[in-house]
T-cell receptor, first 113, second 110 residues
């Protein structure tokens, strides 16, 4: 399985500001994903981070709010823009190792005041 | 899109007893069904998975069964231990996209 790290592990931010979350994996992977987990809830896919092209967003998520970068096969960033308290969540990146198996990072716990 | 339902939402078991969590899915094209365990403050950890060409899979105290006709799959944990206490999520996948159930909070009583 892949070893995935995320930075920061947690943050407290003011509304109206933006936060960029980094995801680093220890091996090259084709597929990287970003999920949101609202307090006490399940995981919802935000987007698929595509290397060398624009991310593919799920219904209800837009690039202006959640811009994503994927400069290479081991790294991706998710920015949460113009934050409001409703953005308080755990943000998780995952990678597909082989045959659809996904492994998750430790998550970034975000609180927006 | 895929819709995954998971039951029960909470489960309390005596140490040593078995725990069973059940999930149903809606998209007959789904072909991959992983289970994740999430402990407090951590990311989800893959504990077992099953593919549509297999009916049952076992790994030590954990087993998963799949009924494609009925579109449901289950997680079985035997001889539960306090360290099994966590939130468990089922998921269904078709073409890489995972759709998750709502989660089951399992508490193992000593």
């Amino acid at each position: 399985s892949a070893v995935i790290s995320q930075k920061p592990s947690r943050d407290i931010c003011q509304r109206g500001t933006s936060l960029t979350i980094q995801c680093q994996v220890d091996s090259q992977v084709t597929m990287m994903f970003w999920y949101r987990q609202q307090p006490g809830q399940s995981l919802t896919l935000i987007a698929t981070a595509n290397q060398g092209s624009e991310a593919t967003y799920e219904s209800g998520f837009v690039i202006d709010k959640f811009p994503i970068s994927r400069p290479n096969l081991t790294f991706s960033t998710l920015t949460v823009s113009n934050m409001s308290p409703e953005d308080s969540s755990i943000y998780l990146c995952s990678v597909e190792s082989n045959e659809e198996t996904q492994y998750f990072g430790p998550g970034t716990r975000l609180l927006v005041l | 899109g895929e819709n995954v339902e998971q039951h029960p939402s909470t489960l309390s078991v005596q140490e040593g007893d078995s725990a069973v969590i059940k999930c149903t899915y809606s998209d007959s094209a789904s072909n991959y069904f992983p289970w994740y365990k999430q402990e407090l403050g951590k990311g989800p950890q893959l504990i077992i998975d099953i593919r549509s060409n297999v009916g049952e899979k076992k790994d030590q105290r954990i087993a998963v069964t799949l009924n494609k006709t009925a579109k449901h799959f289950s997680l079985h944990i035997t001889e539960t231990q306090p360290e099994d206490s966590a939130v468990y999520f089922c998921a269904a996948s078709n073409d890489y996209k995972l759709s998750f159930g709502a989660g089951t909070t399992v508490t193992v009583r000593a």
